[in-house]
């Protein structure tokens, strides 16, 4: 059964600061792999999609690798704003469905 | 807004009563997916539809849950008996047809609470 964990659970930064989001899941048979923002009581907006055969994907300030083989993927949001504030929740695609891990909550202060 | 939809945003009922959740694709998306957030966990896949084809289901899905397709447009979960433990953001995403996984767009969620 694929888990997915996210570290660290929750995280606060001051803005401008560069920072990091992991995700570790246990079967690396994946045919891709998605990062999603979720504001409080909403639902999920897709930020990234990584294909199984990519190593990364970039979008504005945005840039996501995949290594399939150690199970890892990696968000890194350059020059954090206040509204990047948000749970950020990593998702691998197995046979036919998402598992997504709990996420990451993060609050980037002014 | 051509995004997928969900009706209603919110719906409270007494425990025992039935609920059913509406959920509008992106009109040329064929797969349909059905998920379940509690609180401070992620999404929890519930069940899958190709066109009007039901093709998974969850073992979090029980007897008391149902889900439909029938024209392979919209799709309907209905949940009878409701209790207490069924309190959670049911969220309803689509993607578009062919091989392989495709992304995944998500809609904004109908919020359950049982009392």
């Known amino acids: 059964k694929q888990e997915v964990t996210q570290i660290p659970a929750a995280l606060s930064v001051p803005e401008g600061e560069n920072l990091v989001l992991n995700c570790s899941f246990t079967?690396?048979?994946?045919?891709?792999l998605q990062w999603f923002r979720q504001d409080p009581g909403k639902g999920l907006t897709s930020l990234l999609l990584?294909?199984?055969?990519?190593r990364e994907q970039t979008s504005g300030r945005l840039n996501a690798s995949l290594d399939k083989s150690s199970g890892r993927s990696t968000l890194y949001i350059a020059a954090s704003q206040p509204g990047d504030s948000a749970t950020y929740l990593c998702?691998?695609?197995?046979?036919?469905?998402?598992?997504f891990g709990k996420g990451t909550m993060l609050l980037v202060s002014p | 807004d051509t995004g997928v939809s969900q009706d209603p945003r919110h719906k409270i009922t007494k425990r025992g009563q039935n609920v059913t959740f509406r959920c509008d694709p992106i009109?040329?998306?064929?797969?349909l997916y059905w998920y379940r957030q509690t609180l401070g966990q992620g999404p929890e896949f519930l069940t899958y539809?190709?066109?009007?084809?039901?093709?998974?289901k969850s073992r979090l899905l029980s007897d008391r849950f149902s889900a439909e397709r029938p024209k392979g447009s919209f799709s309907t979960l209905e949940i009878q008996r409701t209790e207490q433990g069924d309190s959670a953001m049911y969220l309803c995403?689509?993607?578009?047809?062919?091989?392989?996984?495709?992304?995944?767009?998500f809609g904004p969620g109908t919020r359950l609470t049982v009392t």
């Open positions: 009109s040329e998306h064929n797969r």
């Open positions: 079967d690396s048979a994946i045919y891709n």
């Open positions: 998702a691998v695609f197995g046979y036919s469905t998402l598992t």
């Open positions: 990584i294909q199984s055969s990519q």
């Open positions: 995403a689509s993607s578009l047809p062919g091989q392989g996984a495709r992304e995944q767009y």
């Open positions: 539809f190709q066109n009007e084809a039901q093709l998974e």
